[in-house]
């Protein structure tokens, strides 16, 4: 009796694995699942876990051996997903960033949605100038620490939070004189919210970067925000394209292409390289996502999409979940008491662990930080002209939910938003794709003139080079529809093959199964075996006869 209790429990234990997630506190929660069980109940643990309802702007992010970062399938069972050996270790993270933050239902919400963005501010995916700079870490100040007291905050006391990867001591004074000053008496929810509102306006919002080359093979970073579609390179926004203007995403290998069609019809393709043919497919998966939320009204009007227009190549992939119209409309209807939210406070950081505590980290001396003003979060202050990048337009209230005053931010022309002073390098450690140090290392003083990627326009092109580039993706296109027919035709080839063993086997074979038998005994098939099949054997044996007359006489 013993046992068989016993090898009841090791049988069990064998059904289940553990998994540990991360949450955006850097608190964990750890459980026991099915091997079996899907993504779905994994992340409703969560939620539950958190008493979260507006669930659908987050998702668990995973790493696979090879450092490929991935997004958890629903869907599909947790333990065929992961490449590696249980126990699990995973990651809670903001997914599909919401367009307008302060109109989330819940408070719970938006204080998970705060975490998130204070981790971009923090890992440098975040950019912004100095006067916002300094605003947004003030309020992180208001959130965590609440009103200045000089009892308990001596002087310098805002050197002791790193809220970007690196800032001078000019900035950290102007911090502390908005939190001194002008944030006194705001609660920790006012805080957050007004932290969300001004971080909302940002350029970098929502960004979640992936490393790229151009055909030039200049370093790139790819992302797709609530807005649409952008390309950050050098100190750069070189493109930005509205969701409505995303008409197509493909990848094949390590080459990604982005379709859109413009003003005036208009129509672009954006060609890149990632790193690896895995890092290439996570950002075709991404990008499908992104499109499918923020884009559509109804989620029954989600397709399932194919990388490739060739026949029997590519991968398949369709979203599964509710579109962003949904999630608001179902987020309106919450009602219930607001749950209760246990802020982390001065709990260090496990991935940035002086985010709220712990010395300032600078790459400059400290002797020398009042020379050096290092500015990587100015940007947006001037427009540069670029006669080569796409033009950067805003989005208009009229075509999407998004808020009007963020749709008011920019209206460039043909014009380049320049985010910073600096090249746009958000930590490696944080990036959704692995990154080889070489491959994306640019001099601060080297000057990018925006032209990223080869733009093949359909109606004209304006230049030699673009001419060019255009012959070359024609002959790119004509090799891939010769190897479709090919490989068509070996398709065809195979079925006749197919087709002809099944025929020998119903006309030859002595083979007495039942729906063989059922065959033979039709009138067609019997019609067809002494009428076309049993001439055209005679045929083939007096053919086969006379050929090896031939061999022998010779």
């Known amino acids: ?27 964990e929660y750890t459980c026991s699942i099915q091997r079996d069980a899907k993504g779905q109940y994994l992340f409703d643990l969560i939620c539950h ?20 970062r991935h997004w958890l399938e629903f869907t599909k069972s947790i333990s065929k997903q992961m490449k590696s050996q249980p126990p699990f270790t995973m990651c809670l993270r903001v997914k599909f960033y919401p367009p307008d933050p302060a ?84 609660t920790p929810e006012t805080a957050e919210l007004k932290f969300l509102q001004k971080a909302q306006m940002l350029e970098t919002y929502g960004v979640d970067p992936h490393p790229c080359k151009d055909v ?15 390309v950050l390179q050098g100190n750069k926004r070189v493109h930005f394209l509205k969701w409505d203007e995303v008409t197509k995403l493909k990848f094949e290998g390590k080459t990604f292409h982005i379709y859109a069609n413009q003003k005036e019809d208009k129509k672009i393709i954006l060609t890149y390289f990632a790193p690896t043919p895995e890092a290439c497919k996570h950002l ?68 940035c662990p002086s985010i709220t505590h712990g010395p300032r980290l600078s790459s400059v001396p400290r002797t020398r930080r009042r020379a050096v ?52 390098s958000p930590s490696d450690s944080v990036l959704p794709t692995p990154v080889a140090e070489h491959s994306l290392e640019l001099a601060v003083s080297r000057q990018i003139n925006g032209a990223p990627c080869s733009i093949e326009e359909e109606k004209e092109s304006e230049a030699g080079t673009a001419g060019g580039e255009a012959a070359l993706s024609e002959m790119e ?60 054997r005679r045929w083939f044996a007096c053919k086969l006869r006379w050929v090896g007359g031939l061999l022998i006489n010779k």
């Open 1 to 27: 009796m013993l046992s068989r209790l016993m090898s009841g429990s090791v049988r069990n234990l064998e059904r289940e694995f553990m998994c540990t997630v991360r949450l955006l506190d850097d608190t």
């Open 49 to 68: 876990h958190l008493n979260l309802l507006e669930k659908d702007y987050f998702g668990i992010r995973y790493v696979d051996p090879d450092k490929q």
């Open 103 to 186: 109109a989330l239902k819940e408070e719970i919400t938006r204080y998970l949605v705060f975490l998130q963005i204070k981790r971009d501010l923090y890992h440098g995916r975040l950019l912004c100038k100095t006067s916002d700079a300094a605003m947004l870490a003030a309020y992180i100040l208001q959130a965590e620490i609440g009103d200045y007291d000089p009892g308990k905050h001596p002087e310098g006391y805002s050197s002791k939070f790193q809220f970007f990867p690196k800032h001078s001591e000019k900035l950290e004074r102007r911090i502390a004189e908005i939190h001194k000053t002008e944030l006194i008496g705001q």
């Open 216 to 230: 030039s093979g200049n370093p790139a970073f790819l992302a797709f925000t609530p807005f649409g579609f952008v």
């Open 284 to 351: 075709w998966k991404c990008g499908v996502e992104n499109q499918a939320f923020y884009k559509l009204e109804k989620s029954s009007q989600v397709r399932t999409v194919s990388s490739s227009n060739l026949f029997f190549k590519g991968s398949r992939f369709r979203y599964s979940g509710r579109v962003a119209k949904e999630v608001m409309e179902q987020s309106a209807k919450i009602k219930r008491e607001p749950p209760e939210i246990h802020r982390a406070g001065l709990v260090p950081s496990r991935s």
């Open 373 to 424: 003003h290092i500015s990587i979060m100015e940007g947006l202050e001037s427009l540069r002209d670029s006669a080569h990048s796409t033009p950067v337009r805003s989005v208009s209230h009229s075509e999407s939910f998004i808020p009007r005053s963020r749709s008011q931010v920019t209206d460039s022309g043909d014009r380049t938003a320049v985010i910073s002073d600096e090249t746009y």
């Open 477 to 536: 296109q004509v090799n891939k529809f010769v190897l479709s027919v090919l490989r068509l035709l070996l398709v065809t080839i195979g079925l006749l093959f197919v087709l002809l063993l099944l025929l020998i086997i119903l006309t030859e074979s002595d083979l007495d199964i039942a729906f063989l038998r059922d065959i033979r005994q039709t009138p067609e098939f019997e019609q067809f075996h002494y009428e076309y099949f049993c001439p055209l």
